[in-house]
C-alpha cells in the first residue's frame, strides 16, 4: 500500500495539472505597439484567439497571435486618409476589413473621403480599396452571410455597402445617423447601430431584397454615454462600448428596448470589443486625449471574463 500523504500528493499534483490543461492560453493585457501615439481604436479577432487592432495614430493595423501579450504593426501605412479605425475579420472569405479615415472630420475641419480596405487575412496585403463618397468618415463594418460589407459613415449619416469586387454604393442615408459608429447583425434582416454623438442606439431592417427597411430609435433601460463599438458574440450576445462613461456594457434588444447592463468599468475611452475563445477583448484607446501632444501611453487590450449567461 502506498503511503497516505504520497497518495494526497499524486491526487492533488493530477488535479492541478487538469485545471492548467482546461485554462486556455491567454493574456490579462496586451500591449498594442510601444508607443504613445498608436490610440488603438477598433479590435476584431479570429476563433483562433488571433487578435487585430487599428491605430488611429499610426495609421496601422496591429497583430497579436493567440496568447501573445503584445501586438505588434502587421501592415505597412498607406496612401489617403491617415488613421485606422474599423477592422472587422471575415474569416469565411478570409478578408480583414479595414476603415482608413481622416481625423481632420472630428475636429471640425475639412479632411479626406475615406477609403475601406480589404485585407488579406493572413498577410495583411491589400487586396482592394474601395472610395467612399466625399465627406465619410468610415468608422466600423460589419459583413453579411454573403460577404457584403456594410460601412458607418459618422460624419456623412450614412451607411455604405460594398459587394467585393464591386464599388462602394450608398445603402442608406438619414439625418438620424449624424454620428454613427458601432454596427452588428443579429440576423440577416436585423442590424442594430449605435451614434457616439447623440447617445443613441438603433434598430434597421433588412429587406428580403437587401435593401434597407424601417430605422427605428430604441428605447434603453438606462442612459449611454458616447456609445461605440457593438460586437456579436458567438453566443449570440452583443456588447457595447461606453466611450465617454469607461464602461462596457451587456445588451439585450428586446422589441424596441435596448437592455443595458455593466458588465465592466473603469476602462480610459474604451471603443470596442472582440469575442475569442470565451473571452471579451476591449480596447483602452484614450481617444479624447488624441491629438493634444500629450505622450498617454503604453496602450492596452484588456481581457476581461464573459459574464454568465
Not at 479605425?85 to 472630420?105: F, H, I, N
Request: glycine share 10%; aromatic share 8%.
Amino acid at each position: 500500500m502506498k503511503p497516505l500523504k504520497s497518495t494526497l500528493a499524486a491526487s492533488l499534483l493530477m488535479l492541478v495539472s487538469a485545471a492548467v490543461a482546461a485554462t486556455p492560453s491567454s493574456v490579462q493585457k496586451i500591449q498594442v505597439g510601444g508607443n504613445g501615439n498608436v490610440f488603438p481604436e477598433s479590435i476584431t479577432s479570429t476563433r483562433d484567439g488571433t487578435v487585430f487592432t487599428s491605430s488611429v495614430g499610426e495609421g496601422r493595423v496591429y497583430r497579436a497571435s493567440p496568447g501573445a501579450d503584445k501586438a505588434i504593426a502587421w501592415t505597412a501605412k498607406q496612401p489617403g486618409p491617415h488613421s485606422v479605425l474599423g477592422v472587422y475579420a471575415d474569416e469565411k472569405s478570409g478578408t480583414l476589413w479595414a476603415c482608413y479615415s481622416d481625423m481632420a472630420w472630428t475636429q471640425g475641419k475639412q479632411g479626406q473621403p475615406a477609403i475601406l480596405r480589404a485585407l488579406d487575412l493572413s498577410s495583411g496585403r491589400v487586396e482592394r480599396s474601395y472610395p467612399l463618397a466625399s465627406g465619410s468618415f468610415c468608422n466600423d463594418i460589419v459583413t453579411t452571410d454573403d460577404g457584403v460589407a456594410l460601412v458607418t459613415d459618422t460624419h456623412g449619416g450614412r451607411i455604405f455597402r460594398v459587394e467585393p469586387g464591386t464599388q462602394a454604393t450608398t445603402w442608406l442615408t438619414d439625418a438620424r445617423l449624424k454620428g454613427v459608429d458601432g454596427i452588428a447583425l443579429k440576423a440577416p434582416d436585423t442590424l442594430y447601430l449605435t451614434n457616439v454623438q447623440q447617445n443613441e442606439l438603433f434598430r434597421l431592417a433588412i429587406a428580403q431584397d437587401g435593401r434597407p427597411g424601417e430605422l427605428v430609435k430604441l428605447s434603453l433601460s438606462e442612459k449611454v454615454e458616447a456609445p461605440d463599438g457593438l460586437r456579436r458574440g458567438s453566443d449570440g450576445r452583443f456588447f457595447l462600448a461606453e466611450n465617454k462613461a469607461g464602461r462596457v456594457d451587456e445588451v439585450r434588444f428586446e422589441g424596441d428596448t435596448a437592455k443595458i447592463s455593466v458588465i465592466h468599468d473603469g476602462f480610459d475611452g474604451p471603443t470596442s470589443m472582440t469575442v475569442t475563445r470565451g473571452h471579451l477583448y476591449v480596447t483602452e484607446a484614450k481617444i479624447n486625449q488624441y491629438g493634444k501632444g500629450r505622450n498617454v501611453g503604453p496602450f492596452y487590450v484588456y481581457e476581461e471574463p464573459l459574464p454568465r449567461d
